[in-house]
């Protein structure tokens, strides 16, 4: 007898979100306790031509979609909610990657952002229309 109740799509998408947000802010958490990390923030504000709040609204902005994801996996439909997620989980791949730091937690914390990020995408793209 089988007694294993399958999770519904939309409420793993949507803890797969929670996962991903909350490594996101970890590793941002821990990168605060090591010296120098607001002088390499300013470098990178150097080096990209881009201001310090710049940088920071962009860091919000990204983080304010990943929240969302949260409720919106819950609430949209099946075909907007898989397209939502392929979207989003790639540029959230390519946030983790392109704003990777040199420091030996940020690259652990960051194989399980993408790992949750991939889990997601693939979900996604397998959910089909029976479920």
Same mark, same amino acid.
Do not use: C
């Given at each position: 007898?089988? /007694? /294993? ?13 929670? $996962? ?9 958490? *821990?990168?605060? =306790?090591?010296?120098?990390? @607001?002088?390499?923030?300013?470098? /990178?504000? @150097?080096?990209?031509? /881009? ?7 962009? #860091?919000? %902005?990204?983080?304010? &979609?990943?929240? @969302?994801? %949260? ?14 997620? =392929? %979207?989003?989980?790639? *540029?959230?791949?390519?946030? &983790?990657? #392109?704003? @990777? ?5 940020? =690259? =652990?914390?960051?194989? $399980?952002?993408? &790992?949750?990020?991939?889990?997601? %995408?693939?979900?996604?793209? +397998?959910?089909? +229309?029976?479920?």
């Amino acid at each position: 007898m089988n /007694t /294993t109740k399958k999770l519904d799509k939309n409420v793993l998408l949507s803890a797969l979100w929670v $996962f991903v947000m909350i490594n996101l802010l970890k590793a941002d958490i *821990l990168s605060l =306790f090591i010296p120098g990390s @607001a002088e390499e923030l300013a470098r /990178t504000s @150097a080096s990209t031509g /881009t201001s310090i709040p710049q940088l920071m609204l962009f #860091g919000a %902005i990204m983080g304010e &979609i990943g929240l @969302a994801m %949260i409720v919106f996996s819950l609430v949209l439909k099946r075909n907007l909610n898989r397209w939502v997620n =392929f %979207i989003v989980s790639p *540029l959230y791949i390519a946030y &983790i990657v #392109g704003g @990777a730091a040199s420091y030996p937690h940020y =690259f =652990f914390i960051a194989t $399980f952002e993408i &790992i949750g990020l991939l889990l997601i %995408i693939w979900n996604a793209l +397998k959910w089909n +229309k029976a479920e």
